[in-house]
């Protein structure tokens, strides 16, 4: 059973630092892309970054310069270093992972798989 679980989200001060991890199990990922996105309710899923399984990466407008996206492929985790967060930066931040090119992460329906979030505060 394929799983991705994420973990690290909390409640922080804007300004603080953050890191999220999401732990792939049930297969290999080889030739997947994996990503964040951000959901701030009733809003949809924002994609926030990306990256490849060889680690070339994307970041959305509300994160380029805050975010880091990176992956370790031999333990299946990828994380989301989040710096200088902003209340805005609140939201159930989900791990994602789809075959193929990471731009296929711009259309949610082609994602393969999700995790279940976690849930990040930041308080202003």
């Known amino acids: 059973q394929v799983q991705l679980v994420e973990s690290g989200g909390g409640l922080v001060q804007a300004g603080a630092s953050l890191r999220l991890s999401c732990a792939a199990s049930?297969?290999?990922?080889?030739?997947?892309?994996m990503g964040w996105f951000r959901q701030a309710n009733p809003q949809e899923r924002e994609l926030l970054a990306a990256v490849t399984w060889p680690g070339d990466t994307y970041y959305g407008k509300s994160v380029t310069g805050r975010f880091t996206i990176s992956r370790d492929n031999a333990k299946n985790l990828m994380y989301l270093q989040m710096n200088t967060t902003k209340p805005e930066d609140t939201g159930v931040y989900y791990c994602a992972a789809v075959w193929g090119d990471m731009s296929r992460m711009i259309t949610t329906e082609a994602i393969d798989y999700w995790g279940k979030g976690t849930l990040v505060t930041v308080l202003s």
């Open positions: 049930g297969r290999t990922f080889d030739g997947y892309a």
